[in-house]
């Protein structure tokens, strides 16, 4: 889910070429690329909360990379300072999306599943199994 043009998927090297990956991604053009560097993928273009919701009975495992923009304590940081580096932003709510697929995983979905984000600037509203470098 949210496949983008395949950052997680290319790590996945070791994937059986016998196991069918299906990547979903709004964005036509973002979906091709993807397309283009995994040809024996299948894309799906449209909106990934849309398609789980659909279909996660069809699945093993889930892979799911939500945008993490309204999530970063970098845009925070943005937030808070007038000038900095990276230049100022307007606060935002951020996009409860997220956590709206980890409960509807952890309550309907049988399989295995994976929602990666970043760390957030905020106490998580689901405490993560895991966490690697500046992920959950």
């Known amino acids: 889910m949210f496949a983008g043009i395949g950052g997680n998927r290319k790590l996945w090297d070791e994937v059986n070429p016998s196991i069918e990956v299906t990547a979903v991604e709004l964005d036509e053009n973002i979906a091709k690329a993807y397309q283009d560097r995994f040809l024996n993928d299948t894309v799906v273009v449209g909106d990934a909360k849309e398609y789980l919701l659909e279909n996660y009975k069809h699945f093993d495992f889930v892979w799911a990379s939500p945008p993490c923009q309204t999530h970063s304590r970098v845009r925070k940081a943005r937030v808070d300072c007038k000038e900095n580096k990276f230049g100022s932003a307007k606060a935002i709510y951020p996009d409860m999306s997220l956590y ?20 957030p600037y905020y106490e998580p509203l689901v405490n993560p199994d895991y966490s690697i470098d500046r992920h959950f």
């Not at 309550?107 to 295995?112: E, M, Q, R």
């Open 100 to 119: 709206q697929i980890i409960i509807f995983l952890k309550s309907h979905f049988k399989g295995y599943f994976v929602v990666e984000n970043v760390i």
